[in-house]
């Protein structure tokens, strides 16, 4: 079962600034990983697919990169409504996994 | 418009079965590539991926649960049904179907969710 480690587990920034989270692979996913972003009561919502492709109506702030074991989701100038969980996932083998999530939040 | 929804008991109790049904629409799950998944997630942590069911009638399920997770369709009728045995408190969860489409190996479009409490 392929392990994915996020890093921070809690990001703390301000508005307008870069925000940066990583998830690392514990073996080579390829390209098949995939960021979500979740606020409290909601269901996830998908930003990135295949590493570095934006889904249908995701800002141009949102960006993903990487591939093989490490990646990185960056959102370039953080607006209020972005504080929130934010979890990458893969499909490259089965089963499907998650990483543990990080909590960006307001500073 | 895609969308699914989920539906089940709120409650069970410690050994039960529970049953739980996602009901979709806007796509066909005898679509090439489509596919439908289960996944929960406890209060205040993360995500878990259990069980998902392709267009080809094919199944994959958690590593630690499959013995007790079941996925089933019914084409006809746009629904995916998961049973998981032996229910126990620490399956307490929100639980959410979603759709990975065709060419695309991610969970695009989710239901609302629905909370499962497991207690006597």
């Known amino acids: 079962e392929i392990v994915l480690t996020q890093s921070p587990a809690t990001l703390s920034l301000s508005p307008g600034e870069r925000a940066t989270l990583s998830c690392r692979a514990s073996q080579s996913v390829s390209s098949y990983l995939a960021w979500y972003q979740q606020k409290p009561g909601q269901a996830p919502r998908l930003l990135i697919y295949d590493a570095s492709n934006r889904a249908t109506g995701i800002p141009a702030r949102f960006s993903g990169s990487g591939s093989g074991t490490d990646f990185t989701l960056t959102i370039s100038s953080l607006e209020p409504e972005d504080f929130a969980v934010y979890y990458c996932?893969?499909?490259?083998?089965?089963?499907?996994?998650f990483g543990q999530g990080t909590r960006l939040e307001i500073k | 418009q895609v969308t699914l929804r989920e539906s089940g008991p709120a409650l069970v109790k410690p050994t039960q079965t529970l049953t739980l049904t996602c009901t979709f629409s806007g796509f066909s799950l005898s679509t090439s590539g489509m596919c439908v998944s289960w996944i929960r997630q406890p209060p205040g942590k993360a995500l878990e991926w259990l069980a998902l069911i392709d267009w080809d009638d094919d199944k994959y399920y958690s590593t630690s649960l499959k013995t007790r997770l079941t996925i089933s369709k019914d084409t006809s009728k746009n629904q995916v049904v998961l049973t998981m045995t032996n229910m126990d408190p620490v399956d307490t969860a929100t639980y959410y179907c979603?759709?990975?489409?065709?060419?695309?190996?991610?969970?695009?479009?989710w239901g609302q969710g629905t909370m499962v409490t497991v207690s006597s």
């Open positions: 996932q893969q499909r490259s083998n089965w089963p499907v996994t």
């Open positions: 979603a759709r990975i489409p065709a060419g695309m190996d991610a969970f695009d479009i």
